[in-house]
């Protein structure tokens, strides 16, 4: 990266001081490390204000890259004609319905004909925390959730919720409403093996929802969702639904809606117009050609990456996933790693854990995979003797 001139910094600093004083103190439950001041995007890249150029490999909610011009176009149609005032839902909006309807005949198409309902919700912790209320017919109901790292949250919010480990021998009884599985992980855990728990659910009319926030969109390569998917009653989907924007969705066999005794209630913003543009513009970027471009890629990121482990046993205890869903595990968990690849021209997302996930857009192609792989190398041999082993 290369570094302005000190007097240039000097005034730059000056201009970014109020939005950094503000973050820190104004905006409730945001970290306090250094902030990253965004100057312009595009695609794989993002600059800050300083001129720094970053290869992004932490683009879960934007599969096909930033400032994707599919995505501009189809969010500035929608404000051509955005109103105001009514009741979310009560006026006939372009793209929500288009969106729904391509979703709808996606997984038509996955379940064989099923007819399929989409319901936009505001996120995926809305997504997750409806469907929940869905399944829920009495007090004794509970929702079984497979351990992945992604729906921690789920207990301490909700409460009615058994966590149990994918390695268990599965055990759901009358008692239990759905389970909710993800085909990936955010923890050090490799990819979960789900067959057995999905099979038993199935034969105990239990509803299966599977969580394709992370795994979905062509992430794992090759095809649109995981192989999952396909035994599922209902699918979840957020960040990428929104190509970044706010919004989540629950796609789920019509019997799924109609059945439930519980409450269909998500948050008042389902369902953004905006969000929904957004969304079904990335949905028509998402072409054959570019599942495959997810696997060619995916497979120079994981070679890159097993050389990585074999150039630093001592940081690196290996690494899993799919296509371009990459987990790096760390011998030990590395403070502030994300800051420390930053400096070398690489966005992760920040962790807590002894577990970074690498996640660039789609669209890299095999040589910035690995170049990407070749900046975690950097950050780790300029850490090499400094973190505990």
Avoid at 295 to 305: D, F, I, K, N, Y
Avoid at 367 to 383: C, F, H, I, P
């Amino acid at each position: 990266m290369t570094k302005p001139a000190d007097a240039i910094r000097s005034v730059i600093d000056e201009s970014l001081a109020g939005q950094r004083d503000g973050f820190r103190k104004v905006l409730a439950a945001r970290s306090t490390d250094e902030p990253l001041p965004v100057a312009r995007t595009e695609l794989l890249y993002v600059w800050d204000a300083y001129g720094n150029q970053f290869l992004d490999f932490g683009a879960l909610n934007a599969p096909i890259g930033h400032l994707s011009p599919a995505v501009l176009g189809l969010v500035k149609d929608q404000m051509r004609y955005a109103i105001t005032g009514p009741e979310q839902g009560s006026s006939l909006d372009r793209w929500p319905i288009q969106y729904a309807a391509d979703l709808a005949a996606s997984f038509s198409e996955l379940w064989s004909g099923a007819q399929v309902q989409v319901l936009f919700c505001e996120g995926q912790h809305d997504a997750v925390s409806t469907a929940a209320r869905m399944v829920w017919s009495s007090d004794r109901t509970r929702l079984t959730v497979l351990s992945s790292g992604l729906h921690d949250w789920l207990s301490p919010a909700l409460g009615r919720v058994n966590h149990r480990s994918p390695l268990e021998v599965p055990h759901i009884g009358g008692w239990t409403g759905g389970l909710l599985v993800s085909p990936v992980t955010t923890s050090g855990h490799g990819m979960p093996p789900l067959g057995e728990w999905i099979s038993t659910a199935r034969k105990a009319a239990v509803p299966v929802i599977v969580d394709e926030t992370l795994s979905g969109f062509g992430r794992l390569g090759g095809s649109m969702w995981s192989r999952w998917a396909e035994y599922a009653d209902a699918v979840i989907l957020g960040g990428p639904v929104g190509a970044g924007l706010p919004l989540g969705a629950i796609v789920a066999r019509r019997s799924f809606f109609t059945d439930r005794p519980g409450t269909v209630s998500p948050g008042p913003h389902a369902g953004s117009p905006v969000s929904c543009a957004a969304g079904s513009g990335q949905w028509a970027a998402i072409t054959p050609d570019l599942l495959d471009n997810v696997v060619s890629s995916g497979e120079a990121m994981s070679s890159a990456l097993d050389e990585l482990v074999n150039q630093f046993p001592d940081l690196v205890s290996g690494h899993h996933g799919r296509g371009l869903y990459r987990a790096l595990r760390f011998q030990n968990p590395i403070p502030d790693f994300h800051l420390h690849a930053r400096r070398h021209g690489l966005l992760v997302a920040p962790t807590d854990t002894d577990t970074v996930i690498l996640a660039p857009p789609l669209v890299i192609s095999s040589l910035e995979a690995r170049r990407g792989v070749d900046m975690l190398a950097d950050t780790l041999l300029s850490l090499d003797g400094t973190v505990p082993r």
